[in-house]
């Protein structure tokens, strides 16, 4: 029997424009515990938790406004949210796992986690759930459109395909995810979307939805190892004058990351310091590289400062650390616009060319004798 502990945090709203592009997950809200059924090679879980906050909480923390009358589903945005409840009692402290799904499974094992859907509009919503087709490439976690399907997706089922939330309501469905026997190694992407949908009479306004992430391994033995390098830190200054520091990352590891972790500046001028300043990248596939970009306060002096960034996914942690410099802003190129200049200077050209033929024909013409009558 797998036992299952809920923690708290407010669903994360998605709406048509962000939702789609931007697919967020955060960790549980209180909860009662269930308890799964039993299920062949099935492993415990553990709370996937961040404080509480209160249901009616936006994004940004500030308080929804109730409407003075009630409002219809044309009139009020589309919005959903998502959260997961569950990790692996071996990824406790994998804080991936408390956002996503994440996993490395033997072939035949099925696992089971608990995800929270919100109706985060002022409306009582209609949400359908259901798993998708996503993949890693050099552009990041990319998701398939619609609802298309991959072989990790076909694995994926969900106890409640539909549901019909209030405002501000929640329902917990469960995720079952059903590993064929003969399956290969391997690490797999896929979605489990909650989508909704407002409408004008029978014309779809607008589509939201937000989704959790789904990260699985598959292969005998122990899970694949996870690794990156970090080269050398690179300080400099954009056009604007902003001062920015960039590293260059390489996946080393068997299995993709996302890269998160924050940056410090010491031993400034004058003894100055800065930080700790958010750094994130995209998914980075096997083998993947990208560049992290660390924008900084403008106020800041040239230098030289002793840098240190501090990267993790999951676990996997790495630090660097370099003297760094700003340097100037960089020059920028004239941009006066001298066709007038141009124009004028080759009209000079031309007459004068016409003045000195005009002076040579002159002079040509009264050196030649005068017949004489």
Do not use: C
């Not at 260059?248 to 972790?261: F, I, K």
């Amino acid at each position: 029997m797998t036992l299952a502990v809920a923690a708290g945090a407010p669903a994360v709203p998605g709406s048509a424009a962000q939702a789609r592009s931007h697919p967020t997950t955060l960790a549980g809200s209180a909860a009662p515990t269930p308890q799964s059924p039993d299920v062949p090679g099935e492993r415990g879980l553990v709370e996937a938790g961040m404080p509480a906050a209160g249901d009616t909480a936006r994004r940004d923390g500030s308080a929804r406004p109730r409407p003075s009358t009630s409002p219809t589903p044309e009139d009020v945005p589309a919005e959903v949210g998502v959260r997961l409840l569950d990790a692996p009692v071996n990824r406790r402290d994998d804080t991936r796992a408390h956002k996503y799904i994440v996993d490395h499974v033997h072939p035949g094992t099925t696992i089971r986690r608990r995800m929270v859907v919100k109706n985060d509009s002022e409306v009582r919503r209609r949400i359908d759930v259901y798993p998708a087709s996503a993949e890693v490439t050099d552009n990041g976690f990319e998701f398939g459109p619609d609802r298309s399907e991959n072989e990790l997706s076909s694995w994926i089922r969900v106890d409640e395909t539909q549901v019909v939330l209030g405002p501000d309501k929640e329902a917990t469905i469960w995720v079952t995810i059903r590993v064929p026997e003969k399956a290969e190694a391997g690490e797999r992407y896929a979605v489990v979307w909650a989508e909704t949908a407002g409408r004008d009479g029978q014309t779809v306004k607008q589509v939201a939805r937000a989704g959790i992430r789904v990260y699985l391994s598959v292969g005998p033995g122990g899970e694949p190892p996870s690794g990156f390098e970090v080269d050398e830190l690179t300080g400099g200054r954009d056009a604007e004058g902003t001062p920015f520091v960039t590293a260059e990352v390489r996946n080393t590891g068997q299995r993709a990351l996302d890269l998160a972790g924050d940056l410090w500046l010491a031993d400034g001028p004058g003894g100055l310091s800065a930080g700790p300043v958010r750094a994130e990248a995209k998914t980075l596939p096997l083998d993947g590289r990208t560049t992290i970009r660390v924008a900084l306060d403008r106020r800041l002096p040239d230098g030289p400062w002793q840098a240190r960034l501090a990267l993790a996914s999951g676990w996997t942690k790495r630090t660097a650390t370099g003297s760094v410099t700003f340097g100037a802003r960089p020059a920028v190129a004239d941009r006066v616009d001298r066709s007038g200049l141009v124009l004028t200077s080759s009209a000079a050209g031309s007459l004068l060319v016409l003045l000195l033929f005009a002076a040579y024909t002159y002079r040509r013409r009264m050196r030649q004798p005068v017949p004489v009558g």
